[in-house]
């Protein structure tokens, strides 16, 4: 902002306000909200804009991201004028003109910009920040059943791509869809919000069960799940079962919609936790066991009642291996009017999973239902 000497003080306070507003929604991705300031500007200093390289490569930046390619090749085109050797003009103008190029026919463009953040990509966000701030092997990897292919589902597989693209160190990030068409619509999305994504997603082509443990075979350890392929219940469990028995001590596991679902055709049955129905359970029956055997490792302790009546449901799930597993997990359930999220892990990132949420965009919309230990462990009344 070197180019303000012509307007009067005051203005110019202002300007150079509005120009660090923009700049912070811009690094926020709040696109649309930092393309609104960028214009303020242009329209009252427009000398300013004609003379400045960085507000142009910026705002082609927003225009980029919104998926509005021809303004944004305007902008660049603008940055040129003013520097034609400019690499990294350069370079943006190239990746505009590729994503153009593959632009998909069916896809509304600046759809993504124009949406209020959701929750599912806020939660999502989140939960990666908090692994990764949590993380000590400096890797990041990740893994998606079910990949974006509407603009108006919840983009994760955009959020994911985007965040392993900003990530230093050892990274991966694996997508399985059963639908090919779901994944050639994922693929063009992602060129139009950003080509350059693309080459961060290994999209893998099959029914979730069958690949996801070979997948994590491979992969050690897995970061980071999103559990959001088809609403099975037993098909979830099993995703989850496979997910949780790979994640790595400060991984997270996201499930989404645990919203009560109807019969459909083709699950005419009740779904009262949607796709957890069958994994929330397992993780509420792990969790007592675990209570049960914190501190004195028998339940005798709670007196002659529980002596007398042995449930046969308790006494089998605690022969169980499975239920033995997750017992070091915690669960918390995020919801916004009827959409609800499942985020599982251990406490320690679950908990910086929970402070992050609590500054976040959506905090004053959601509401946050933690699992009773999680509860504990932050009020550290118990343990
Ligand atoms: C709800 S959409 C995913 C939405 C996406 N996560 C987003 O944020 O926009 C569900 C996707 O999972 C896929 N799917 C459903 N069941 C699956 C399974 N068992 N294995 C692999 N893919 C599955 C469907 O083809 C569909 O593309």
Redesign the pocket.
Known sequence: MNNLSEIGTGAKDRIVGLYSQARQLAIGRDYAQALELYDRIAAEVPQLVSKTHRINYERALCLKALGRTDEAEKAIRSCLDINPNDTESLRLLREVRSSKQQRPQTYVPGIIGKRQLGI?AVVIDMAMEAVLQCSTSGQFNAL???????GN?????YRIADFVSRCNGIKQFVS????PE?ISACKNMLCEIDARLLSEVQFVC????AKLAPILEKMGMVDFV?L???A?PA?CLGEFELAASRLADNGLVVV??LQDMKPTPAYPYPRPFGKATLILPCLVTAEYLKISNLKTGKRESYGPAIKDFDSEFVAHSSHCKLLGSLGELRYTIVSEGNHKLLVVGRSGVLGSFHERLAVSPISSRVAVIPSCTTQWVQDRSYL
């Open positions: 599912r998606e059943v079910g990949c974006m292919f509407k589902e919840g983009l994760s597989t399985i869809d059963y639908e779901h099959g029914y979730s069960l999103v959001d392929g088809g099975e098909c989404d919609d």
